[in-house]
């Protein structure tokens, strides 16, 4: 079965400094899918970028970016010039493509930011 | 506005009662999904559908039951509490997208549920 570690389980940034929340994973699968949702104290999951295993370029959001080393099964997100709204819990998820429509979650890491 | 509905979002539970959680969604999607949040177990996933009619057990089904008679709705029924069920429950639609599930879920807000 596929797993997802997550191996910080809290983070602190200052406010407007950059930050990196590592995300590793097991498969044998060479096409699948891989995201970072965040949760804020009001507990609603949100996507923040989503990437695509068969493209090698690393997906951007705004603000966010990810690490994607393929060979190396991590996943990092990059939070530039952090803001005070970016203090949550953010969840690794995995998901291997075919008919297993299904997430893998790791198991989260908090992120507080510093005024 | 268009998601995923979930009810209630806060409720106490005696040990030993009952009671049904509800997700509804409006977007047609055809996948839906149970899971619990627990302090530093992240979510795992409770039972699962991948269409009215269908359900299926996850990572963590005992304990609980689910029915998809509609398309939209997907509840959550627990039919004897007990203390190890409190936790933070969310619900999850999703659709295929070129035979994958490439754009991940869209969630409910989450119900809160203390058994005490």
């Known amino acids: 079965a596929q797993t997802v570690t997550q191996s910080q389980p809290e983070m602190s940034v200052q406010e407007a400094e950059t930050v990196t929340l590592s995300c590793t994973y097991d498969t044998s699968e060479s096409d699948y899918y891989l995201f970072w949702y965040k949760q804020p104290p009001s507990r609603q999951m949100i996507l923040v970028i989503r990437q695509e295993a068969y493209k090698q370029q690393n997906a951007t959001e705004n603000r966010f970016s990810v690490n994607f080393q393929k060979a190396a099964k991590s996943f990092s997100l990059k939070i530039s010039d952090s803001q005070l709204g970016d203090a949550a819990m953010y969840f690794c998820a995995y998901y291997s493509g075919g008919s297993n429509y299904k997430l893998t979650f790791g198991k989260g890491t908090l992120l507080t930011v510093n005024p | 506005n268009a998601g995923v509905t979930q009810t209630p979002k806060f409720r106490v539970l005696k040990t030993g009662q009952s009671m049904t959680l509800l997700c509804a969604q409006d977007m047609n999607h055809e996948y839906m999904y149970w899971y619990r949040q627990d302090p530093g177990m992240g979510l795992r996933l409770i039972h699962y559908s991948v269409g009215e009619g269908t359900t299926a057990k996850g990572e963590v089904p005992d304990g609980y039951n689910v029915s998809r008679l509609k398309k939209q709705n997907f509840l959550l029924g627990l039919e004897s509490a007990a203390p190890s069920q409190t936790s933070v429950y969310f619900c999850?639609?999703?659709?295929?997208?070129?035979?994958?599930?490439?754009?991940?879920?869209?969630f409910g807000s989450g119900t809160r549920l203390t058994v005490v």
């Open positions: 999850a639609s999703s659709f295929v997208t070129g035979g994958s599930l490439s754009y991940g879920y869209t």
